[in-house]
């Protein structure tokens, strides 16, 4: 998004106006930004064994409904719940 030449100069002249008022502040804000954490921590290892309890774990309750088990489902409705924790650490969501 491009500024026209009278946003410029307001901008301009507000950042004269903040520099005489707070010298600090002024100094802050017109550094640069910090980059951004890099997104490469993750793990595809901790991923696939997610997504691979994933499949397990809906496999293991559609069998359990069908079937009418409740051993099943329990056992799929577990898997389904520990399935997340390597897809999230994997994924770098949560930080070690």
Do not use: N
Not at 46 to 60: E, K, R
């Amino acid at each position: 998004m491009k500024l026209t030449r009278r946003e410029r100069r307001e901008l301009a002249a507000l950042g004269e106006r903040l520099a005489q008022e707070d010298a600090d502040l002024a100094a802050q804000l017109s550094r640069p930004i910090e980059p951004a954490p890099s997104q490469q921590h993750h793990s595809s290892a901790g991923v696939l064994i997610g997504q691979v309890l994933f499949v397990v774990a809906l496999l293991m309750t559609t069998w359990g409904v069908v079937m009418s088990t409740s051993s099943a489902i329990t056992i799929g409705a577990i898997v389904f719940l520990a399935c997340w924790v390597p897809w999230l650490y994997g994924s770098g969501t949560i930080r070690r």
